[in-house]
């Protein structure tokens, strides 16, 4: 079994750059967002801001752990990036959920349809698939209530399914940069560079999670 070739210097600064920029735009971002939302000051308010932590930041963040290249602990232990990932995922779960709640009473209170916008049918899926994705990751930490599975293989499965759930979410929040809402307060170029944040951050998520896989496949020829 031979080792696989290193990454040119060059290849390597460049990923870690495009995890650089993505942390940086994430942050921004879900500032901005907050900025722009001003949670608190209405019952809507509540659901872009929680909405946009739960994937431009905690999502985000978690997956961005395990980068080689740009992870703002990359120094600890993996053992401990785990646990820093649950908590980080567990979290995005619970602010899903309220925040999709938040939407579903206001829009009742206000006698208003619901889901009728692809960004609202989206959206539920979403919340329901990273529900999903978090009670399906329990056979990782409790091994025993997957008998007949490797880690391995639940580890991949987790990956996809992972993966999958990010992007569904960065589409919801590029559907919601669509909005009515957010069109009528954010225009011109201040638009197009909202857009471009969970743009990167997804390509920069794939790329990690597909490179991640694509290394482990190499190692086994």
């Not at 079994?1 to 879900?30: K, N, V, W």
Request: hydrophobic content about 45%.
């Amino acid at each position: 079994m031979s080792s696989p070739d290193p990454e040119p210097r060059l290849y390597s600064l460049s990923r870690q750059l495009c995890g650089i920029s993505a942390h940086t735009l994430c942050i921004a971002f879900t500032g901005l967002m907050a900025a722009l939302a001003k949670p608190g000051s209405s019952l809507f308010s509540w659901h872009p801001f929680l909405m946009t932590i739960v994937f431009s930041f905690f999502m985000t963040e978690a997956i961005l752990l395990f980068s080689p290249h740009s992870s703002p602990v990359g120094k600890l232990k993996h053992q401990t990036k785990v646990r820093l990932h649950w908590i980080l995922q567990s979290l995005s779960s619970f602010c899903a959920v309220v925040g999709l709640i938040t939407i579903f009473y206001n829009k009742h209170l206000n006698d208003k349809p619901h889901f009728t916008s692809w960004h609202g049918l989206i959206g539920v899926i979403t919340v329901c698939v990273v529900v999903l994705q978090s009670v399906g990751a329990l056979p990782l930490l409790y091994h025993k209530l997957a008998k007949g599975w490797s880690l391995a293989k639940l580890k991949r499965y987790h990956a996809a399914s992972g993966l999958l759930t990010y992007l569904l979410g960065s589409s919801s929040l590029l559907l919601g940069i669509c909005s009515s809402w957010f069109t009528g307060s954010v225009s011109g170029y201040a638009w197009y560079l909202f857009v471009f944040c969970p743009v990167l951050a997804a390509l920069v998520v794939m790329s990690q999670v597909t490179n991640a896989y694509v290394a482990k496949k190499r190692l086994q020829y």
